[in-house]
């Protein structure tokens, strides 16, 4: 008797032992796995007869996805950095937006080199990190709050810089003079692909590094884990917190310089367009590969997945006015696969 309970009791350990197992599996990789069945969900349903092949996977289907997502990652990857302190950058669509604007009319009214003027475009666009600190740091306003505040005076520069119009080749400025320069055959080249989807590699791996392998990043990462228990070991809290929002600042900048590379000119509000996108690539990356924190290479698979969803349901015709419903729903299963589980 005694040796069949100890059987069964060792059956259960065993059962028990393997269910941990699923459960820290699918914590650490649900994400990823929600990424891959919406991937190979969208290659079935568009599934082509004629051609007994899938349109989703068509090559120049598959690129269409990367080059969507290029852009989006670059700002995530911004964002990226703001958490780590454990922060939060609204300002990153309306820092996109205002990069887009300032390096079109570096080419169009005062026909600058692409050097200067993608310099010149970081510059100004640091300015969103200096009132972010000032707010965050100096003032002690609440991130989100302050970047909020940020995002709307800085959506209001970009249009009053830009006279409330979009900036064109020979476009008339605003004082009235007739713009004859031009936008540079080169610089184009940055917003197609396989450059821009390149530079979104670089930049991802570039974070990864950073956050990872440096002193900078892991100290980032203390503060935003306990900044009272990372300030009494030394670490210049306030100091890391503004490089942080610096961070953001420069990779949303560079995010918004792609998007007038990628169009070739400045349209009203364009970078404002990928905050939300760029919100939920960094939070699903919270969860990729059990980090639990905001990470680089998480940020990549958010941003996949969410370009993934765009791509599948335009492809089935899905209205528009429908998607974001659908979207919400799946990055909403994505996240709980990782955080329901974690509390069992």
Request: aromatic letters at 10%; charged letters at 10%.
């Amino acid at each position: 008797m005694d040796e069949a309970k100890k059987t069964v009791g060792q059956a259960d350990a065993g059962n028990d032992g393997r269910r941990g197992k699923i459960m820290r599996f699918v914590k650490k990789w649900g994400t990823l796995l929600v990424t891959v069945v919406t991937f190979v969900f969208f290659s079935i349903v568009n599934w082509d007869d004629s051609t007994n092949s899938s349109l989703f996977l068509t090559t120049d289907n598959v690129i269409t996805i990367l080059r969507s997502i290029s852009i989006m990652a670059i700002i995530a990857i911004g964002l990226t950095y703001s958490l780590a302190v454990n922060g939060m950058d609204l300002a990153v669509g309306a820092t996109a937006n205002l990069a887009d604007t300032f390096v079109m009319t570096m080419f169009v009214w005062y026909s600058m080199s692409i050097g200067a003027s993608i310099a010149l475009t970081i510059l100004a666009c640091l300015t969103v990190a200096v009132v972010n600190s000032i707010l965050i740091v100096r003032l002690k306003i609440p991130d989100m709050i302050a970047t909020l505040a940020v995002m709307f005076m800085y959506q209001g520069v970009a249009l009053t810089y830009s006279n409330g119009g979009a900036i064109t080749e020979r476009m008339v400025r605003p004082d009235g003079i007739h713009a004859e320069g031009l936008v540079p055959a080169a610089f184009k080249t940055l917003g197609i692909e396989p450059n821009l989807v390149i530079l979104m590699l670089v930049v991802v791996a570039f974070a990864f590094f950073f956050l990872n392998y440096t002193k900078y990043g892991r100290y980032m990462y203390a503060i935003g884990g306990n900044p009272e228990a990372a300030k009494l070991s030394g670490i210049p809290v306030n100091r890391y917190k503004i490089l942080a929002y610096l961070m953001s600042a420069a990779f949303s900048a560079i995010g918004g310089i792609c998007i007038a590379a990628r169009v070739g000119t400045a349209q009203v509000s364009a970078g404002d367009a990928f905050l939300m996108p760029a919100v939920a690539a960094a939070f699903i990356g919270f969860s990729v590969g059990g980090a639990g924190k905001p990470n680089a290479f998480g940020t990549l698979i958010g941003a996949v997945l969410v370009g993934i969803l765009e791509n599948g349901l335009i492809m089935m015709a899905v209205p528009y006015y429908a998607m974001n419903i659908i979207k919400g729903l799946v990055l909403a299963l994505a996240l709980a696969m990782t955080y329901s589980i974690a509390k069992k």
